[in-house]
């Protein structure tokens, strides 16, 4: 029973376009989300995070957007870059610090 | 500043024996936490551990075990290896007080033959 849903096994976009990662979770209980980004043979690298106090966050060309009530999180790269292809796994968590449900990733591709 | 660090890099072990997994978190992180990383997959949580306690548990038996040091570096040992504890095994640190968010390491690839 997958918690963390990410439907879209891989999106390609064009270089200096939107990407958008969509993110959807079963578990309402869930407060505090993470995204992060893994190339091949390195752990997952920290993006961005969002609470369910806010809808939104930004960090640089990184937007995470929160819809508690239809329980999904959009991540947005905006422009994207050849270097942001990789895989991107959302994270959602009911305790504050605690165990983090991974979903099964989206892998993006930017093309020049 | 250092990030998370982990050891060895790559492990090739035989089915029936014991590893120890290490980890040392980011400079002023005091909580660590282990997933286990199957191919094609999102990490799964294995446990935590804050204060040298085990704090949270995932759905992992009890061949998994760990530790933490009061320097707050941590161990996870994997008795009984079966074949499909063949994965990458992520440590993450976090500073309990500070933020929720968890930073990872590079990964340790166990191969069990």
């Known amino acids: 029973d997958q918690q963390v849903k990410q439907n879209s096994p891989s999106l390609s976009v064009q270089e200096g376009r939107i990407s958008i990662l969509n993110c959807d979770y079963t578990?309402?209980?869930?407060?505090?989300f993470l995204w992060y980004k893994k190339y091949p043979a390195e752990g997952p690298t920290f993006l961005i995070s969002i609470s369910s106090i806010k809808d939104k966050n930004e960090d640089g060309r990184f937007t995470v957007f929160l819809n508690k009530s239809a329980k999904h999180l959009s991540l947005h790269i905006v422009p994207s870059q050849p270097g942001d292809s990789a895989v991107y796994f959302c994270?959602?968590?009911?305790?504050?610090?605690?165990?983090?449900?991974f979903g099964p990733g989206t892998r993006l591709s930017v093309l020049p | 500043d250092a990030g998370v660090t982990q050891s060895p890099t790559h492990l090739i072990k035989t089915r029936g024996q014991q590893v120890t997994l290490r980890c040392s978190p980011k400079?002023?992180?005091?909580?660590v936490s282990w997933y286990q990383q199957a191919l094609g997959q999102g990490p799964q949580f294995i446990f935590q551990y804050y204060e040298e306690e085990e704090r949270q548990r995932g759905n992992f038996p009890d061949r998994f075990s760990g530790h933490q040091f009061p320097n707050y570096s941590s161990e996870l040992n994997v008795n009984a290896l079966l074949l499909g504890d063949s994965a990458l095994y992520l440590c993450?640190?976090?500073?309990?007080?500070?933020?929720?968010?968890?930073?990872f390491g590079p990964g340790t690839r166990l191969t069990v033959t």
């Open positions: 578990n309402s209980m869930f407060d505090y």
């Open positions: 993450a640190s976090s500073w309990n007080r500070g933020s929720y968010e968890q930073y």
């Open positions: 994270a959602a968590s009911r305790l504050y610090g605690q165990n983090f449900v």
């Open positions: 400079s002023g992180h005091d909580t």
